[in-house]
């Protein structure tokens, strides 16, 4: 069983990036997955999570209505998309299943 983030990268602030976590050994649609993050000098943060079947998601108030989860079945993966970021967003990103971790993509939101 692995997790692995991409997608991310140097943004300027208001811009947008789409990270991906691709799943292999197990299938995302059954189980909750969600999307953690680190920024420097600071705890591991839950930013997002969905839930078996996509029937339920959480966000994290610093987020709402600017980050969406999704899954993408066909790609065994899920998705956050991440709009209007902040420089307060910046900070390594991963995914988590049960106590799986993959490794984290680093985002950077900075003009």
């Known amino acids: 069983v692995q997790l692995q983030a991409s997608g991310g990268g140097l943004v300027q602030p208001g811009g947008s990036l789409r990270l991906s976590c691709a799943a292999s050994g197990f299938t995302v649609d059954y189980y909750s997955i969600g999307w953690f993050r680190q920024a420097p000098g600071k705890g591991r943060e839950a930013v997002s999570c969905i839930g078996s079947e996509g029937g339920s998601t959480y966000y994290a108030d610093s987020v709402k209505g600017r980050f969406a989860i999704s899954k993408d079945n066909a790609q065994n993966s899920v998705t956050l998309q991440m709009n209007n970021l902040k420089p307060e967003d910046t900070a390594l990103y991963f995914c988590?299943?049960?106590?799986?971790w993959g490794r984290g993509t680093l985002v950077t939101v900075s003009s």
């Open positions: 988590q299943y049960r106590t799986i």
